[in-house]
């Protein structure tokens, strides 16, 4: 009773006051409680992005070091390719001295063990003799000469090989830019080595000396592309130097090439490996028209050319009348 009296006495206002006051303690507390954990998570996410960033200066470190690394790695490498073909070059000059020296103890006590007979020219490997193919005054054979550049050393009397062998590079340089000044891009330096090659006869280490060229500079040349003296050489005689052009075969078409591919034979090689009864049967099983075709020589023409033996291969189809012996 008292109780109730105690309640109807107590002002609605001042009721109202005590329970939004509590409402809004609570609802402080609990914001409050909210924004502390907040505020932890902030902290711990700050940590962890410092972290990350330590991480990353060290990897951006340990990039640099290694990026050095490699640069220092390459101009290593650079100089010991540099070195390198140094060193086949003077192989390639002190061969040639020797060479020399030896035609020359020849031609004085006349034993012909030791040089090459007067004005005879060693076939080159392979087979293949340059020195039938090529005439002296075709100064294109030099790695870094084309037909402009031809011309204008035949115009300053550089006419032969021996011209350029005789010749020396201050000199071939300077009839280079007295005829155009565009033409000092031109390094002539190797060409009277390549020359000096070509009138001994040297045509194997010529083919070796152009193919470590690029250019005619002693640079960025490989062991794996043709010289220009092969590829001038195959150009004259008629062939490819394409390892998959079958129709160089005599006897070979553009559709028989097709017919052989289609059965697994891309390659002169693989040509050369293929019986000739297996040849025989793809030509019988794509009809009638092929059938008059004989493979019997296809092999061995193959053969020649899976091998560079491109003289005797012409040689050999000189003999061939479409493709049969």
Not at 64 to 85: M, N, P, T, V
Not at 212 to 218: A, E, I, Q, S, V
Not at 259 to 284: E, H, M, R, V, Y
Not at 299 to 305: I, R
């Amino acid at each position: 009773m008292y109780s109730d009296i105690l309640l109807l006495a107590i002002d609605p206002c001042l009721l109202s006051w005590l329970l939004f006051s509590g409402l809004a303690f609570l609802l402080g507390t609990l914001l409050g409680w909210l924004l502390f954990g907040q505020r932890n998570k902030v902290i711990e996410l700050e940590k962890e992005n410092a972290g990350l960033k330590a991480q990353y200066n060290n990897l951006e470190k340990d990039y640099a070091s290694l990026k050095y690394q490699l640069e220092e790695a390459q101009k290593d490498l650079s100089r010991i390719r540099l070195s390198l073909q140094k060193c086949e070059s003077d192989k390639i000059v002190l061969n040639t001295k020797m060479e020399k020296l030896q035609a020359q103890i020849s031609t004085d006590t006349g034993d012909a063990s030791l040089g090459f007979a007067s004005g005879a020219v060693a076939p080159a490997g392979g087979g293949l003799a340059f020195a039938s193919i090529f005439k002296p005054d075709n100064l294109q054979i030099i790695e870094g000469v084309g037909p402009k550049i031809e011309e204008v050393l035949k115009n300053a009397g550089i006419r032969e090989w021996s011209d350029v062998a005789g010749s020396n590079e201050e000199a071939l340089r300077g009839i280079l830019l007295a005829a155009n000044p565009n033409y000092r891009i031109h390094n002539p330096a190797s060409w009277p080595q390549q020359a000096s090659l070509a009138v001994a006869g040297k045509w194997d280490e010529l083919i070796q000396y152009q193919k470590f060229l690029d250019g005619g500079r002693d640079d960025e040349g490989d062991f794996n592309t043709a010289s220009k003296v092969e590829k001038m050489a195959m150009r004259i005689l008629g062939f490819s130097d394409n390892p998959e052009d079958l129709k160089i075969i005599e006897g070979i078409g553009p559709k028989i090439e097709t017919l052989l591919k289609d059965a697994g034979i891309n390659t002169w090689q693989q040509l050369a490996n293929t019986a000739i009864d297996k040849l025989q049967s793809i030509l019988d099983a794509a009809g009638e028209n092929y059938r008059l075709a004989d493979p019997g020589t296809w092999p061995k023409q193959a053969e020649m050319a899976a091998a560079g033996l491109w003289s005797d291969l012409k040689d050999y189809q000189d003999q061939l009348k479409g493709g049969k012996e």
